[in-house]
């Protein structure tokens, strides 16, 4: 395969200007981006004195994000893609797998004839910690099933990851279930960009626990939605108790769009993404995350589960 060409550049953030302006340095699809949070009523509930440096940060994320994380999240939905093929299929552990979940849907709508796995192989699943050990094997089947996948067929579980506190829960449940993480510190689940041991990020040479890397990464790219601790019964079908509603709107306006940006940067691809550029796009991520100063300011507060 021919190298890819993607349109993405680097760039610095530019500023907005008091008229929601910016300058000549981003793209259509950003400046349309842009037009759209400036237009979005999130940005309404803001008091008007704070709309300015609230969607200046909001497009600042939403720029880091589409430079430095998407090139690293498509990558990983694009190796998942791959490796899952026509024989497996692939459900997304809410609410950190939502980017590479975004991101595979892109791809695979964008390149219908590379992908083998079928869009209605990629699921999107409620498998927070209270929610799989406050329920049944039985429960968690039911709901599964509801949402399209089926537990006895050959499944990737992907997740942003770390230690693996849900693997247990996960095989009880599935008959052939296998797990995947960004970054995984368990050595049975492979990790895309970082395993612990032969690919280990500078970033994260100060541990896990506490870490500001492990929340930008887990929790800026978890969504719009809360956390679900158990399933309920809603008619005839099992549905996890998500928390709507949850954020103040400077908050959410980040979470909404920081999620976009994987979405556009696929759009900005003329072809899939060569597995070749993992390597550089990792570093590249890496060595952004290594300045806390490139992010700590665009953070979402960390909320557990």
């Given at each position: 395969m021919s190298p890819v060409t993607h349109k993405n550049r680097t760039h610095e953030v530019a500023p907005i200007d008091r008229e929601g302006g910016v300058n000549d340095r981003v793209s259509s699809i950003e400046q349309s981006r842009l037009d759209e949070m400036l237009a979005d009523p999130i940005v309404s509930n803001i008091p008007l004195a704070e709309q300015h440096e609230a969607v200046s940060q909001a497009f600042e994320l939403y720029l880091k994000t589409k430079?430095?994380?998407?090139?690293?999240?498509?990558?990983?939905?694009?190796?998942?893609?791959?490796?899952?093929?026509?024989?497996?299929?692939?459900?997304?552990?809410?609410?950190?797998?939502?980017?590479?979940?975004?991101?595979?849907?892109?791809?695979?709508?964008?390149?219908?004839?590379?992908?083998?796995t079928m869009p209605e192989?990629?699921?999107?699943?409620?498998?927070?910690?209270k929610l799989m050990r406050n329920s049944t094997t039985e429960e968690i089947r039911e709901y599964v099933t509801g949402l399209g996948i089926n537990p006895d067929e050959p499944t990737l579980v992907a997740d942003i990851g770390m230690f693996g506190s849900i693997q247990y829960e996960i095989a009880r449940c599935f008959a052939d279930a296998e797990l995947r993480y960004l970054i995984s510190r368990n050595?049975?689940?492979?990790?895309y960009l970082d395993d612990g041991s032969e690919m280990q990020m500078r970033a994260l040479d100060k541990g896990i626990m506490g870490n500001p890397v492990v929340h930008f990464m887990e929790d800026t790219?978890?969504?719009?939605?809360?956390?679900?601790?158990?399933?309920?019964?809603?008619?005839d079908k099992l549905v996890p108790d998500v928390e709507y509603g949850v954020y103040?709107?400077?908050?959410?306006?980040?979470?909404?769009?920081?999620?976009?940006?994987?979405?556009?940067?696929?759009?900005?691809?003329?072809?899939?993404?060569?597995?070749?550029?993992?390597?550089?796009?990792?570093?590249?991520?890496d060595e952004f995350l290594c300045n806390v100063q490139n992010f700590q300011h665009l953070m979402v507060p960390h909320i557990s589960g």
């Open positions: 430079e430095f994380v998407a090139p690293v999240i498509v990558g990983f939905a694009d190796e998942l893609l791959r490796e899952a093929g026509d024989t497996k299929q692939i459900v997304f552990a809410a609410r950190d797998g939502l980017g590479p979940y975004v991101a595979a849907q892109a791809l695979r709508q964008k390149f219908p004839d590379y992908y083998k192989k990629l699921s999107y699943a409620y498998f927070t910690r050595w049975s689940i492979p990790g790219f978890s969504g719009p939605t809360g956390s679900a601790s158990r399933l309920v019964r809603q008619g103040e709107p400077k908050e959410l306006l980040k979470r909404v769009y920081a999620i976009k940006a994987f979405e556009d940067y696929v759009a900005e691809y003329d072809q899939p993404p060569r597995p070749g550029a993992a390597l550089e796009a990792n570093a590249k991520l």
